[in-house]
């Protein structure tokens, strides 16, 4: 079946405009993970979605970050008055079950530029 | 608090010869330890997974890993490298304890190249 899928696949903004990344995650997994990876750099968790549970948010560096994920499926990032450091790819994960030996898949990642 | 090292930045390798990336974590107890490889402009992929019993674990692609409980290590290995196996590796791991939190933490990555 397909994999998770992301959009864009690529963002340049201005600074100070806000963003909207997507991620579909695989049919039927229940858990949804974002990341961030700045340039030259491994991951950063931001945060972590599993079923109705409140979503672990402890990775979000700053409020002007936001996320949320409808239906159980698909989830949105946002990113509000964007800022230069904010310039990275922002990599989706989904995963079967929310155990923590549960392999997590990866999207292909949208690529954000903040001018 | 959990931490992921791989030591060497890039790592370089004649075809045809075997392949070591190396990896060392700082977790309380047992973790489960995961490699994921990433090729340029794509997302990373699942290579192999440590959750328990035996040591050395068999992955995709002819990729292997050995975990190592007294030197906190999960060396990233394949007999016999290949062109192709070029890119970026990253060592993941993720602790057993309880709590709703599902991040892993991941190393600073290693660049692999193979060289024909």
């Known amino acids: 079946g397909a994999g998770v899928s992301q959009s864009p696949s690529n963002k340049v903004t201005e600074k100070g405009k806000d963003v909207e990344l997507r991620c579909d995650p695989i049919s039927g997994h229940t858990a949804l993970y974002w990341y961030r990876q700045r340039l030259g750099q491994g991951l950063e968790f931001l945060i972590y979605?599993?079923?109705?549970?409140?979503?672990?948010k402890s990775g979000l560096p700053s409020d002007r970050f936001s996320a949320e994920r409808t239906g159980g499926s698909v989830s949105t990032l946002t990113i509000q008055r964007t800022q230069q450091e904010d310039s990275a790819v922002y990599l989706c994960?989904?995963?079967?079950?929310?155990?923590?030996?549960?392999?997590?898949?990866f999207g292909p990642g949208t690529r954000l530029l903040v001018l | 608090a959990q931490s992921v090292a791989q030591p060497e930045d890039q790592v370089n390798v004649a075809e045809g010869n075997p392949l070591t990336v190396k990896c060392t974590y700082s977790?309380?107890?047992?973790?489960?330890l995961f490699w994921y490889v990433q090729y340029p402009n794509r997302g990373l992929q699942f290579l192999l997974k440590?959750?328990?019993?035996?040591?050395l674990v068999k992955g995709s692609y002819g990729f292997e890993a050995e975990f190592n409980k007294s030197q906190t290590s999960f060396h990233l290995k394949k007999p016999s490298a290949l062109v192709s196996d070029s890119a970026l590796y990253f060592c993941?791991?993720?602790?057993?304890?309880?709590?709703?939190?599902?991040?892993?933490?991941f190393g600073q990555g290693t660049t692999l190249q193979v060289k024909p």
């Open positions: 440590y959750i328990t019993g035996d040591n």
């Open positions: 993941a791991v993720r602790d057993r304890g309880s709590g709703n939190t599902g991040k892993l933490i």
């Open positions: 979605f599993q079923g109705n549970s409140a979503p672990d």
């Open positions: 994960a989904s995963s079967l079950e929310a155990e923590r030996r549960a392999t997590q898949y």
């Open positions: 977790v309380s107890g047992n973790p489960y």
